[in-house]
């Protein structure tokens, strides 16, 4: 009589574990069908996103997969993954895969564009008077004139947070500069060093343009990217 309630607490542990292993494997089988079938529509997804327009609105569609759209410099970007994605024509998709995450790029455009290169030393007109501005700009040249390199005088003299690299603003488009500075650039050589002043906003600069203006490759890429467990099931599907 004692037993028999042992016996019967047995089958009954047997019976529920069999049911949550059940369970479990169902789970398992649903989860991965659901994955196979994202990823067959994450392919076609991803082969209507032609420009930038379409990456957004991609973007806006898949909030969960955290997908953003990043540009590359062919000049300033000079590693292995941006020759690789320099080296695919545009519409291409890849995969990369790391330690902890697999990465999916598709690209979206690669366009020639005119940049500009150029350091500077900036005068605040708010802060110093002419007579101030117009002592420092002797002091200046003729400290260059007697070799002084022009990084060394614009890390000591520019009034802006640029003097940390001495003045060097790298590769930049005309976007990035106001149309007095750009035309300036248009106007010089390469490797002059000439003065733009504009009393309105009281802006005063010593530029030493160090290269002459040219285009250089922009590319725009949708990146996506998934963790290990998940992205297992998503190598070799684009590439």
């Avoid at 490797?191 to 010593?206: G, S």
Wanted: hydrophobic letters at 35%; glycine letters at 4%.
């Amino acid at each position: 009589m004692y037993k028999q309630p042992q016996i019967h607490g047995l089958k009954s542990n047997t019976i529920f574990m069999i049911k949550k292993y059940f369970y479990i494997v169902l789970l398992f089988c649903f989860s991965f069908s659901f994955s196979q079938t994202d990823i067959k529509q994450l392919k076609t997804d991803l082969e209507l996103v032609t420009d930038i327009k379409s990456a957004k609105q991609f973007i806006k569609d898949n909030p969960k997969l955290k997908a953003k759209v990043y540009t590359y410099n062919e000049e300033k970007h000079n590693n292995s993954l941006s020759k690789k994605l320099f080296s695919k024509n545009v519409g291409a998709s890849f995969e990369t895969e790391e330690q902890s995450a697999n990465t999916l790029y598709k690209i979206i455009s690669i366009t020639p564009t005119l940049h500009y290169r150029a350091s500077y030393i900036f005068l605040d007109g708010k802060k110093l008077t002419i007579s101030q501005i117009n002592s420092l700009h002797t002091v200046i040249m003729s400290k260059l004139n007697s070799g002084k390199q022009f990084n060394h005088l614009a890390g000591k003299y520019s009034m802006d947070r640029n003097a940390r690299k001495g003045g060097d603003l790298g590769w930049f488009t005309s976007n990035k500069a106001s149309e007095e500075f750009i035309n300036s650039l248009k106007e010089n050589n390469a490797n002059t060093i000439f003065n733009l002043d504009l009393p309105e906003t009281k802006k005063h600069y010593i530029i030493n343009k160090t290269h002459q203006q040219k285009n250089i490759r922009l590319l725009q890429v949708l990146k996506i990217t998934f963790e290990k467990d998940k992205n297992k099931r998503l190598i070799n599907v684009f590439n």
